[in-house]
């Protein structure tokens, strides 16, 4: 009886400095409890056990991660110090030999957010999930990096691909593609990003204005006498107004092409209608092209160019041959006999660029227009616009269709291979603008037993003539796999010749 005070003094001293004690009055026991009232009762607010292990275990993770990011952001700075060093040793190095003037300027970037597949040892892997590794070969500067799911700001890094306004955007980017392995994806969600679940190596723009720049600077394009080399700020062109150029005169009636840096205008002079390009970039990329096409067809049905530069842009002028007009490709009402002659007209475009190693990589109806003389078919049918367009005599680099930045959405869905040859993301063109021609509807691709379709024609339809041409049109040409672009074209051109001619 005389030890109860002592033991409830002692309780009430533990009560007082430690709520994690208890007392059992009836057995006279002091116990000490697992838990700590404090924590669990935090102000007003009951913790229980569980939630206090997860508050515990999310600020660890959270400390780590931020360990991890400065640690590769430090990683980071140390790397871009490298590559600067690197890129003006390269520099050095190709002032002494200029018989590969874009070599150092091709900045190549190969991210991979994969972690090591659980129980799989670091030893069993040549580089760790985090390596950063630099290396210099033969054509280009090489950056690898690997993060472990984290993201990584490379916003001072070089541009990978040059981001479009989706007005200007290719029918498949905006529509989505059913019945896919992938689930149905549209390819604009990877349309001007590098694929990071990948291990391709994606190469600086080739449409760069930069690299185009020094591409031309041997070209003798510009002692052309349709070339023009103007001071001063590039005139602003709105429709119903008057353009004063290299002389002449033309007044403004209508935009045809509002697109990214650039508007084409039909316009008029005392003589002729012309169309006029108007281009914020001033690399004369459009007249240099385009001046390479004539020359291979002798400038049969083609127009003439005159380029005019300035400072900040430069200035394309199309004049038709005598007797002949510029037509739209696009009707309001689609005209299958019609489309019959411009999908002739596109073949043998297509015959003609890539006779002279040029790819235009982007064609649409927007930017092609017909050249012909009233009432003659086949029309003769020219691209307005060469921004994607590519050189594959200046730019041997250019080897595969991974190279092109038109091409990213057809490799994600897996319709063109990454290592598959450039041409064909413009047998992909022809497709598609043939495809809204005939329909009025961008196309969506369908994947069956015997490879890609058009999903309009992939169904159970009549089977009359027209319709199994064009069937049969659509699946060779997304279907070319290594058969040879130019004999699929003449093939197809000889078909339609005989079913529309």
Known sequence: MEEQPACRQSAGVGEA???????????????????????????????SVEELRAERYFELKKKKMQEKLLHLKEEEEQLRQELEKKRLQLNVSQNRNSSEPAASESFVINESAAENPAGKSEASSSKRPNDLVLKVDEQRLCLNIQCPGLPVDLKKSEPLTTSKPRENLSPIEETSVE?????????????????????????????????????????DIFSSPNFHSQRGSRPVVTERSFLHLGGAVF??????????????????????????????????????????????????????????????????????????????????????????????????????????????????????TCCHIVEQQPCCIFPTDWSTSVDLELQQNITSVQHLPSAQPYI???????????????????AETVHLLLTNSPMVLVKDADGWQVERFSRDQPCDICTTMW???????????RRSPASILTELKEQLESLYL
Not at 20 to 26: F, G, H, N, P, V
Not at 258 to 278: H, P, R, Y
Not at 471 to 481: D, E, Y
Request: with cysteine; hydrophobic share 40%.
């Open 17 to 47: 400095h430690d709520s994690s004690r208890l007392l059992d009055q009836e057995a006279g026991v002091l116990q000490v409890s697992e838990y700590c009232k404090d924590l669990l009762m935090r102000g007003q607010e009951e913790m």
């Open 179 to 219: 019945s896919l392995p992938s689930g149905g994806c549209s390819p604009l969600d990877h349309a001007t990003q590098v694929d990071t679940n990948s291990n391709h190596l994606f190469a600086v723009n080739p449409c760069d204005a930069d690299v185009r720049r020094r591409l031309l600077e041997n070209s």
């Open 251 to 368: 007044e403004i009636y209508s935009t045809l092409v509002d697109g990214d840096g650039f508007s084409v205008f039909e316009a008029s002079t005392e003589d002729n209608m012309v169309l006029i390009k108007v281009d914020s970039c001033s690399t004369p990329w459009d007249f240099y092209q385009f001046g390479r096409l004539r020359s291979s067809s002798a400038g049969i049905g083609l127009p003439l160019i005159s380029c005019f530069l300035f400072d900040d842009g430069c200035i394309s002028v199309y004049t038709p041959p005598q007797g002949h007009t510029f037509t739209k490709l696009t009707k309001s009402a689609p005209d299958e006999l019609l489309v019959g002659y411009q999908a002739i007209g596109l073949l043998q475009l297509l015959l003609q660029l890539h006779s002279c190693r040029l790819l235009h990589a982007a064609l649409r109806p927007n930017v092609l």
């Open 412 to 430: 994600h869905v897996g319709l063109l291979e990454p290592s598959a040859p450039p041409h064909l993301v413009d047998l992909v063109g022809v």
């Open 471 to 481: 069937r049969r049109f659509f699946r060779t040409l997304l279907n070319a796999g």
